[in-house]
T-cell receptor, first 112, second 114 residues
Framework: SQKIEQNSEALNIQEGKTATLTCNYTNYSPAYLQWYRQDPGRGPVFLLLIRENEKEKRKERLKVTFDTTLKQSLFHITASQPADSATYLCALDTGTASKLTFGTGTRLQVTL | DAGVTQSPTHLIKTRGQQVTLRCSPISGHKSVSWYQQVLGQGPQFIFQYYEKEERGRGNFPDRFSARQFPNYSSELNVNALLLGDSALYLC?????????????FGQGTRLTVV
């Protein structure tokens, strides 16, 4: 069966460090992989998209990698700040983002 | 520009009742999708509508139905509510950006079934 796994345990890191979140999937062939941020009681907000033929994508302090052989995406936040504390969701997109398949999300807590 | 708006923000219903949730997409967006997010889980796809036609349906029972109106707003209906229907219901409107589509989510409707 199709499965998307993200670290279910919260990730706690110190301000200024790099946070690395993992998204693993099985039995999918996504055209794209998207990352979203979700704050408590709010809807997800789009952060980054990476295509299946791209290895890496950057946006300001964010970096995403996509390894279709390992079926894994890594999401990095460099120089993390307390304001980065949120739940981060990966979502697989087969080409119509109107139907996204989400992972369970990883909660990131950045402390001073 | 207003984002995706959903109403109501919170709702408490009794088992067996019916509920209607509403969504207004961003102006110019013709596609609306509905997701259910149970506490501690990621959103799960329920429906997608484009130009008033159903384009996709997730693995949800027939108690769930939806429709899209000429102004692209949408309603999600759930009949015969169960305790397990308690969740955050998210609406997303989509903007086509070349070969991929970006989804914009509303703040959600928190449904509690008692």
């Amino acid at each position: 069966s199709q499965k998307i796994e993200q670290n279910s345990e919260a990730l706690n890191i110190q301000e200024g460090k790099t946070a690395t979140l993992t998204c693993n999937y099985t039995n999918y062939s996504p055209a794209y992989l998207q990352w979203y941020r979700q704050d408590p009681g709010r809807g997800p907000v789009f952060l980054l998209l990476i295509r299946e033929n791209e290895k890496e994508k950057r946006k300001e302090r964010l970096k995403v990698t996509f390894d279709t052989t390992l079926k894994q995406s890594l999401f990095h936040i460099t120089a993390s700040q307390p304001a980065d504390s949120a739940t981060y969701l990966c979502a697989l997109d087969t080409g119509t983002a109107s139907k996204l398949t989400f992972g369970t999300g990883t909660r990131l807590q950045v402390t001073l | 520009d207003a984002g995706v708006t959903q109403s109501p923000t919170h709702l408490i219903k009794t088992r067996g009742q019916q509920v209607t949730l509403r969504c207004s997409p961003i102006s110019g967006h013709k596609s609306v999708s509905w997701y259910q997010q149970v506490l501690g889980q990621g959103p799960q796809f329920i429906f997608q509508y484009y130009e008033k036609e159903e384009r996709g349906r997730g693995n949800f029972p027939d108690r769930f139905s939806a429709r899209q109106f000429p102004n692209y707003s949408s309603e999600l209906n759930v009949n015969a509510l169960l305790l397990g229907d308690s969740a955050l219901y998210l609406c997303a409107s989509s903007l086509v950006r070349g070969e991929w589509t970006e989804a914009f989510f509303g703040q959600g409707t928190r449904l509690t079934v008692v």
